[in-house]
């Protein structure tokens, strides 16, 4: 895919997120932005990938957090 790496493991998130507008500055909402700049498919299909495993890392850090208050409590 010319240098683009083909992320399989990870489903583009739906189209319609892609229109959400967030008031905060996240990296979702700086990746939304750059997809309405681009016409190009493989970009845009690309950030929708990049918005599924943002959402995927912040649930992940939310688990250990939790998991670590968890730990903490028990020690």
């Known amino acids: 895919m010319d240098g683009i790496k083909d992320f399989n ?3 583009p998130c739906p ?3 892609m229109n ?4 905060d ?3 979702c909402e700086l990746l939304r ?3 309405h700049l681009t016409e190009h498919d493989v ?3 690309n950030l ?3 918005i599924t495993m943002a959402k995927k890392m912040g649930d992940k850090l939310r688990y250990y957090r939790r998991e670590s208050k968890k730990w903490m409590r028990q020690n």
Request: charged share 30%; no cysteine; hydrophobic share 25%.
């Open 43 to 45: 970009i845009r299909t």
């Open 33 to 35: 932005q750059t997809y």
């Open 15 to 17: 189209i319609e997120r």
């Open 48 to 50: 929708r990938i990049a």
């Open 25 to 27: 500055n996240t990296i």
């Open 20 to 23: 959400f507008k967030s008031p």
């Open 9 to 11: 493991r990870h489903e």
